[in-house]
C-alpha cells in the first residue's frame, strides 16, 4: 500500500498561485496512477486530475483545464498540482489519492489510497 501527504495548502488572492505537493511513501510508487480531487464545505468531493503512472498522460477537470498542472517525480515519490489563475471557486480542500495501474478514474472510489487533505483558501 502507499500512505500519502499532502502540503502546500494556504490563503491566496484570486488571480494568485499555490503549488501542492502530496508526497508518497510505500514500495513501487511508480506503478500508481495519482489523482487530485477537491472538495469544499457541504459538497460532494470532485475529480481536479489525474496522472499516469509514467507521467506521460494527463486529465483534468473542465473547471481547471489550462490552469492547473499535474506533475509527478517518481525519484522523489512526490506528485505536484501547480494552481494557477486561482478564483473564489477553487476554494475547497485538496486531496491526492492513489490506485494501482495505469488508467485514470474521476470517480473517488475507484482509489484505493487518500492523503489528509490541504485547505486551499482563495479570496476576492
Known amino acids: 500500500q502507499v500512505q500519502l501527504v499532502e502540503s502546500g495548502g494556504g490563503l491566496v488572492q484570486a488571480g494568485g498561485s499555490l503549488r501542492l505537493s502530496c508526497a508518497a511513501s510505500?514500495?513501487?510508487?511508480?506503478?500508481?496512477?495519482m489523482g487530485w480531487f477537491r472538495q469544499a464545505p457541504g459538497k460532494e468531493r470532485e475529480f481536479v486530475g489525474a496522472i499516469s503512472w509514467s507521467g506521460d498522460n494527463t486529465y483534468y477537470a473542465g473547471s481547471v483545464k489550462g490552469r492547473f498542472t499535474i506533475s509527478r517525480d517518481n525519484d522523489k515519490n512526490t506528485v505536484y498540482l501547480q494552481m494557477n489563475s486561482l478564483k473564489p471557486e477553487d476554494t475547497a480542500v485538496y486531496y491526492c489519492?492513489?490506485?494501482?495501474?495505469?488508467?485514470?478514474?474521476?470517480?473517488?472510489?475507484?482509489?484505493?489510497?487518500w492523503g489528509q487533505g490541504t485547505q486551499v483558501t482563495v479570496s476576492s
Open positions: 489519492a492513489a490506485r494501482s495501474g495505469n488508467y485514470y478514474h474521476t470517480t473517488p472510489s475507484e482509489y484505493a489510497y
Open positions: 510505500g514500495r513501487t510508487f511508480s506503478t500508481y496512477t
